[in-house]
């Protein structure tokens, strides 16, 4: 067994002090390898966390005599003369990163995410490991691995430790409930004044409908550990068994806005431990955590758990119809934002979350997987139930993936995926895959046409706002200053402005907090004075008649609908049309 030790001396620091011991057989491959993650499952990106670590020291934990060794790489650590010796590696972490994949520390508690900090021995991820904590008197261990002494964590490889996040404290609130047979906690550090009934009966609704949709829970037990924290926050990560959500600001957890956000990440990470955690696609089995893993299915990873993590809360009753449109009205408006979709597909941009998927990168490049992926998820579900006449769904989709690579440990690829869908379509979906998936085919037409299926429709309204509904373009202000942010491609300020141009005037008025009122007095042409680069220009724009941009896009039910469409309505949501 690999054993881990986390204390520390001085919580104002903020610096952890970790202890990794582990036996050498004499005939072991020399050198030993010890690695450090590069980055995290949940998130796809090299997050380098090496950068976190301080002093590290390795010596025969036998005699304390130091064993030399050489750094290979950012993360990497050769141990040349470990054969025949029991090991101990020293190092502090810096754990001051206070989001659902980071780790803190301070005077009331001990937030660790371990993939963060502790070093693996490469080829060796497959032996069991032990996690023992070192914590004042009287503090509580919230994590989903098992504890065989006080203060002491049981997982059975370094893939279940490093996705076993922990918060130790003296202040933990918790509260179960059971769904299924198997028990879930709720876990709380924070100060919130909950209503523990209206959240126990929500959680269970939702818990029990994912629970029939899949057949039965993949792991033994389940356990949500927030972070309700006295600041505006919102974050969710997936793991093995756990969530962790970090959200605030904590006194107003319980509000409308605030509790819709806690429900729908709570079951969007919970759909997670079917959906990337129990199937896995292929090419994470296993994860190899020193550099990028690619897929090219995290539109089915995310964009599908997208989906339904607003959507199971309607159908659990939990949400109302009208509740869950408003959730995806927020996709279709982060979707239609920028013009990325016409340039990037889906799959392309699974590959691209390594280069920039959690930042805004260059203007109109890339496309969401998880925007995109839940409306086209929708799209696909909304067709699987057209075809068959709700006999069947996306439902089945992932049942079928659950069943056979989920409950087996195999993991899935696309062709897997795409065959699956067609066998339960009993078609085939070449065209839905080349133009939503593969391609960058224009989502609004085929989306309103399903939607129509169930009652409902896609609404689009002409943008309000006269500087990018008529030009093209967006502003914020800063220190007094309009800048300009967004170009649409194609408008009127694409031939005139760019980015963080600083409008001053139009037509010669100047702009102080007035330039909308000032671009709608439904002239064709405006003479716009900017300063771009601290010298100024004048420009000039000129409205193209019945064009316009930044539509918005919005999802809401028919007036009147045909008797077969207020079925479709019920059997797609479960509420009455």
Known sequence: MIHYRVSYENPLTFYL????????????????????????????????????????????????????????????????????????????????????????????????????????????????CELELVLPEGWQIACGLPQTAPNTLAAQNFDQLADSPLIASPTLLHQEYEAGGRPFHIWVQGEAALDWPQILTD??????????????LPVADYHFLNQFLPYKHYHGVEHHNSTVITLGPAELVMSEGLYKELLGVSCHELFHTWNIKSIRPAELQPYDYSRENYFRTCFIAEGITTYYGEYLLARSHVR?????????????????????????????????????????????????????????????????????????????VMRRLYEEFGQTGIGYTEADYVRIVEEVAGRQMQAYFDRFIYGTAPLAEPLDKVLRTVGCQLLVAENASASEGLFGFRTVVRNERT?????????????????????????????????????????????????????????????????????????????????????GFQQWLGWEF
């Open 320 to 396: 109302t119809p009208a509740q869950y449109f408003e959730e995806l009205n927020t996709v279709l408006r982060r979707h239609y934002d920028d013009a990325g979709s016409q340039n990037l597909s889906l799959a392309d941009a699974s590959m691209d979350l390594w280069l920039d998927g959690y930042k805004a990168g260059v203007p109109d490049r890339k496309v969401s997987v998880y925007h995109k992926g839940a409306l086209a998820a929708l799209i696909l579900d909304l067709t699987l139930r057209q075809l068959s006449g709700h006999a069947r769904s996306l439902d089945d």
């Open 483 to 567: 800048e300009v942010t967004d170009i649409w491609p194609n408008s009127p300020a694409a031939a005139a402005l760019t980015v963080d141009d600083e409008i001053v005037a139009v037509n010669g008025r100047r702009v102080d907090m007035n330039l909308q009122s000032l671009l709608s007095s439904g002239a064709a042409e405006f003479e716009l004075s900017v300063f771009r680069q601290s010298r100024l220009l004048t420009v000039h724009l000129a409205v193209m008649p019945g064009v316009t941009f930044g539509q918005r896009y919005a999802v809401d039910r028919l007036e009147t609908a045909t008797t077969a469409q207020q079925l």
């Open 203 to 216: 959680f269970k609704a939702f818990s029990e409908e994912q629970l029939r949709l899949f057949g039965g």
């Open 17 to 128: 002090q970790i202890q990794l011991t582990l036996d050498v057989t004499a005939d072991a491959p020399a050198p030993l390898e010890l690695q450090l993650p590069a980055w995290r499952p949940g998130r796809y990106e090299l997050q380098n966390f090496a950068q976190k670590l301080q002093r590290v020291v390795i010596e025969d934990a036998i005699t304390h005599q130091p064993l030399p060794y050489r750094k290979l790489t950012k993360d990497r650590w050769a141990v040349p003369n470990a054969a025949g010796r029991t090991v101990r590696v020293h190092y502090n972490f810096y754990a001051h990163q206070m989001d659902a994949g980071g780790s803190w520390l301070d005077e009331s508690q001990l937030y660790l995410n371990p993939v963060q900090a502790l070093m693996y021995a490469e080829g060796r991820q497959h032996e069991a």
